[in-house]
């Protein structure tokens, strides 16, 4: 089993900070991709920011220049540090991740059960 677990939910701002950690746990061999996904009311889930193995990063247009995601291979965790952030921000953020489970080269999947995120004056 693979769980993720979130955490860094908060009222900011307009032009405020936060950071978004996740955390993977379980039988893990190893994570290929981790990202963040996000979901406003009345709006589809998008993807945020991602991040491989390699490091290789991608964002969404929206954030890029202002969210910037990192990965710890070796504690299998992840963070979205948002700066700038805009009330357009504001979502259900989810952490996301795909690897391989220890010993069985079984493929995984997993999201983490979401943080809200407000920015708001």
């Known amino acids: 089993q693979v769980q993720l677990v979130e955490s860094g939910e908060g009222l900011v701002q307009p032009g405020g900070s936060l950071r978004l950690s996740c955390a993977a746990s379980?039988?893990?061999?190893?994570?290929?991709?981790m990202a963040w996904y996000r979901q406003a009311p009345g709006k589809q889930r998008e993807l945020v920011a991602s991040v491989l193995s390699s490091g290789s990063t991608d964002y969404a247009d929206s954030v890029k220049g202002r969210f910037t995601i990192s990965r710890d291979n070796a504690k299998n965790t992840v963070d979205l540090q948002m700066n700038s952030l805009k009330p357009e921000d504001t979502a259900v953020y989810s952490c996301?991740?795909?690897?391989?489970?220890?010993?069985?080269?079984?493929?995984?999947?997993?999201w983490g059960q979401g943080t809200q995120v407000t920015v708001s004056s």
């Open positions: 379980g039988t893990i061999l190893s994570i290929e991709t």
């Open positions: 996301y991740a795909t690897g391989w489970i220890v010993f069985l080269g079984e493929r995984f999947n997993a």
